[in-house]
C-alpha cells in the first residue's frame, strides 16, 4: 500500500462508493450481508485491493465472492464516474481473515482460561515445601543485642571490631593524626 495521501484519500472514497453500491444497487440474490473492511491502492492509482467480510455460512461467502466479481464492472464504472480519476483503477475482491483470525484468538484465550482453572484448583490443597515467607524477619520472641551478635563476630576473623567499623566508614583505624599525613 502507497502512504501517499491522494492514494489514501482514493482508498477511503472507494471504500464509500463500493459499500453504497453494493446496498444500494446490486440486486444479486447471492450476495449476502457483506461489509467492506479495507481498501489498499496502489501508488500509480491503477489497482485497488479491496477486503471484505460477510456475515454466514461458507456456502454465503462463496456465493458473495461470485456475486462480488460478477458486479466488478459495474462497481468500477460508478467508482470511475464518481471520482473523476482519469485513469479508474481495476478492483479486486480478497475475502478477509479477521474473523478467522478472531475466531482463533478466541479459542487460545478460552484455553488458557481453562489452564489457569486448572492451576487455581490444584493450588486449593497445596501446602508450601518450606516456610510460607522464604525471607528471614526479625521475630518478636528472637530478639537478641547488639553485644552478642558483636561477640560472636568478635573470634572468627581475629580483626578488632572497632577497627573493622572504622574500615567500613572508609576513616580506617583512629591513629590520632587528623586528615593530613606526614605533616
Do not use: C, W
Not at 26 to 48: E, N
Not at 56 to 69: K, S
Not at 119 to 131: I, M, P
Request: hydrophobic share 35%.
Amino acid at each position: 500500500m502507497n502512504d501517499s495521501p491522494r492514494a489514501l484519500k482514493l482508498a477511503d472514497r472507494i471504500k464509500v462508493i463500493v459499500a453504497t453500491m453494493l446496498d444500494t444497487r446490486v440486486k444479486d440474490p447471492r450476495l449476502g450481508f457483506v461489509t467492506i473492511t479495507d481498501v489498499r491502492v496502489s501508488g500509480d492509482l491503477q489497482h485497488a485491493t479491496l477486503f471484505y467480510t460477510v456475515f454466514g455460512t461458507d456456502e454465503e461467502r462463496e456465493g458473495t465472492g461470485a456475486a462480488l466479481v460478477s458486479a466488478t464492472g459495474m462497481l468500477r464504472r460508478e467508482v470511475g464516474r464518481q471520482t473523476g480519476v482519469r485513469l479508474t483503477p481495476t478492483l479486486e475482491f480478497i475475502a478477509d481473515a479477521i474473523p478467522e483470525n478472531a475466531r482463533v484468538i478466541e479459542d487460545l484465550l478460552s484455553e488458557a482460561r481453562g489452564r489457569d482453572a486448572e492451576l487455581a484448583k490444584s493450588k486449593e490443597g497445596a501446602a508450601y515445601a518450606g516456610d510460607a515467607d522464604p525471607y528471614r524477619v526479625p521475630r518478636e520472641d528472637d530478639e537478641t543485642d547488639e553485644d552478642e551478635i558483636d561477640d560472636e563476630t568478635d573470634g572468627s576473623d581475629g580483626v578488632d571490631d572497632e577497627t573493622a567499623a572504622d574500615r567500613e566508614d572508609g576513616q580506617g583505624p583512629s591513629t590520632g593524626v587528623s586528615g593530613r599525613e606526614g605533616v
